[in-house]
């Protein structure tokens, strides 16, 4: 996981638990990072597939904490 995974993950889970109205905001902001990554990487076929990535990782880490909870 690099520098952008961790943003993008920490930008969902902070989303998610917040509650906050800002979705839009969020979600370009996130398709944004998803951009700048493939242009990076180029083995991701498709911004969708990054953004599936992110948000099953940040399912993974929030479901850890609760888990540990």
Do not use: H, P
């Not at 979705?23 to 990076?40: P, S």
């Amino acid at each position: 996981m690099d520098e952008i995974d961790r943003r993008a993950v920490n930008i969902i889970i902070e989303f998610l638990t917040s509650g906050s109205k800002e979705m839009d905001k969020t979600i370009k902001e996130l398709k944004r990072m998803a951009k700048e990554k493939k242009k990076t990487y180029k083995n991701y076929n498709s911004v969708r597939e990054i953004l599936d990535y992110w948000g099953n990782l940040a399912y993974e880490i929030s479901f850890k904490s609760q888990k540990l909870s």
